[in-house]
Structure formats: C-alpha cells, structure tokens
C-alpha cells in the first residue's frame, strides 16, 4: 500500500479512505466487521463514517468492529456531523457550538474511542457563523477529543473564509474537503483542487462511480434494476441526471475501460486515483466483492492517452451529472436525509 500524506499533517493514510455509509443499513453488522476487517488486512487505515449514517448505526458498527479487532489504534478514524439526528427536535441538526459538543460526544460513545482523528463539518450551513462552529470545534481539539477538523460540500470560498476565520481567531483551521469527484461531474478541477494544492489541504472525494451509473449496471433506454440505489430512490434519478446524457457518457466510459481490459468500475476508481490534488478517494463498498473490486483499482494504471479519452467524454473542469450542483452554502440538512 503506498501511503500519501494527508495534507499538511504528517499523517500518512491509505490511497483509499473506506466510507462506511453503508454498514448498518443495508450491510448487516456481521458482514460489515467483515469487509472493515478485509480492508484492514490489505493495508487501508483509513475509515470514513457520520453521525447521521442510518441514525448512528453505521457509527456504532465501527467502534463495535474496531472493538473487537483490535485495531483502533492503526486507523485514522474520521467522522461528521450536521444532519438531523431526531425529527421532534429543530436543535438535532446543524452546525451550531451545541449539537457539534452534544454530538461528538455521542459520536465516541458509538465508536467506543476516546479520540476521533478527523471530525468534519457535514454540509455548510449558511444561517450559523463559520466562527460559531470554529469555536466549538477547536474548544474540542483542546480538550482531547478530536486530532483534526474539516469539511464536506465546502465550495472554495466557503472554505477559504474558514481559513481566514481560524487565522483571525487564532483557532485550529480545517485541514481537508471532502468534495463530490468523478469522471462525470469534474467540475471540482475549477477551483477546488487548485485551492487545495495552494493551502495544503487534503482532497478526500466521494463517489468515484457516480453512484454507480459508471458500475456498468445501469444501460440506456432501460430501468434502474431492482435493489440498485437509483431504483430505491426515485428522487436521485432527477438530481443526479439518470437520463440519456449521463447514461451515455457513462457506456463510452464503460466501452473504453473494455477496450483497455479493464472492469469500469475499476477503471473510473483508478482515475480519480490517478488526478492532482486527490489524497484518498472514499469508496462505499455494500459488500464484500464491492470491497475487492475497489481494492483491484489500485493496480490499474491511468495512462496519458486513458486522461486523454476521458477528456473527450467529459471535458476537464466540466459535468454531465449534477452531483456538484447547488449552493452548498446554504444546503438544508432536513431535505437530505440519509
């Protein structure tokens, strides 16, 4: 496994971060210790989860795998918060000095840790003050209680606004984004990775397979098939454009991947592998030949010419699926519920 540096920490992490969205839902907890365990054992030390993930179940799955193999102490383990975490409740959501105390604590009591390594703010929230949120995050940094902060779904303004919050305040600064990054949505390429590289920060993106339209499972001119996410969840099939321009785009992706002997999604993970600024892709497996098919990427080898064809079906900087869409500034944790 060949460990990247995670920003400007020190900290060395895998090339893959294991999002653990999944575990607890639609993974059951005994497969999840499985595939957290396998993961392990290949060299990943890097684990992703969220307080809002199945209403802490994925975080409780965790702390129960970490528990009973032993190995918290190897993994960099990182957590969010700002969902809404009960429905009776308008303070059970947000980035507020409240519920960011209120739900760390609840956070290392599922993950049955004293630490969390990397506590990260969920979604912006434009109606709380960046300082609100700053405050209470490094209040827990100094009390032992989180090693590092940062974000997810900050756009680069957003992000440099917390930069220079932290230094006027004179409090600990985020030190990684974890943006929406895929063949089919580049538009982080504008510039977010370029904010990146200048400030030092770690690029921890999700959704190398768009969800999985470029899983080679979903074809134009046909329905989502039964059980696959887009089938579930109707909504996503018009926010994330499940329409004959994605679809395509994703097929030309997936013919050149057969053309080069190689699997799409192992292909499409390779890439973002492959891009500047990109410290460790997060992957979702659900089970555990999902697990290995990612594992797999990082044998494969982006060439030129492979950056040149993807150039070509979407072009750098540029989307044919809107996951990178909205103001995140101002994105509404009660709208999106996991």
């Known amino acids: 496994m060949d460990y990247k540096l995670f920003g400007r920490t020190g900290v060395k992490v895998s090339p893959l971060c294991l999002g653990c969205m999944n575990f607890g839902g639609k993974t059951s907890p005994e497969d999840s210790f499985a595939i957290i365990d396998r993961a392990i054992d290949e060299?990943?030390?890097?684990?992703?989860?969220?307080n809002v993930y199945s209403r802490g179940?994925?975080?409780?799955?965790?702390?129960?795998?970490?528990?009973?193999?032993g190995k918290r102490n190897r993994i960099v383990l990182a957590t969010k918060v700002h969902g809404v975490m009960a429905d009776d409740d308008p303070n059970q959501e947000g980035l507020s000095r409240?519920?960011?105390?209120?739900?760390?604590?609840?956070?290392?009591?599922?993950?049955?840790?004293?630490?969390?390594?990397?506590?990260?703010?969920?979604?912006?929230?434009?109606?709380?003050?960046?300082d609100e949120s700053l405050r209470a995050l490094d209040d827990l940094i100094r009390a032992g209680k989180v090693r590092y902060i940062g974000s997810s779904f900050f756009m680069s303004w957003k992000f440099v606004e917390s930069l220079w919050?932290?230094?006027?305040?004179?409090l600990n600064r985020f030190i990684s984004e974890q943006p929406p990054y895929m063949i089919l949505d580049r538009r982080i390429e504008r510039d977010l990775i370029p904010m990146a590289e200048?400030?030092?920060v770690a690029l921890m993106p999700f959704g190398p397979l768009a969800g999985g339209l470029l899983s080679g499972k979903y074809t134009v001119g046909n329905a989502a098939p039964k059980g696959t996410r887009y089938?579930?969840?109707v909504a996503w099939q018009q926010e994330m454009r499940f329409d004959d321009r994605g679809l395509a785009a994703a097929k030309k992706v997936a013919q050149y991947a057969q053309e080069k002997g190689v699997p799409v999604a192992e292909f499409s993970t390779a890439w973002v592998l492959a891009q500047r600024g990109v410290t460790s892709p997060?992957?979702?497996?659900?089970?555990?030949?999902?697990?290995n098919t990612y594992l797999r990427a990082l044998e494969v080898e982006i060439t030129e010419e492979d950056n040149s064809v993807v150039d070509t079906i979407v072009a750098p900087g540029e989307h044919v699926t809107p996951y990178y869409q909205k103001d995140f500034s101002d994105f509404r944790a009660s709208k999106y519920r996991w």
């Open 43 to 50: 060299g990943i030390n890097f684990l992703d989860t969220a």
């Open 57 to 69: 179940k994925s975080e409780e799955v965790v702390g129960e795998a970490l528990k009973r193999n």
């Open 98 to 130: 409240r519920h960011i105390i209120e739900q760390c604590e609840a956070s290392l009591r599922r993950l049955k840790t004293d630490v969390i390594d990397l506590y990260q703010l969920h979604r912006p929230r434009s109606e709380t003050a960046i």
């Open 165 to 170: 919050a932290s230094k006027e305040l004179g």
């Open 198 to 200: 200048t400030y030092g």
């Open 231 to 233: 089938a579930e969840k």
């Open 282 to 291: 997060i992957i979702g497996p659900r089970t555990m030949d999902q697990l």
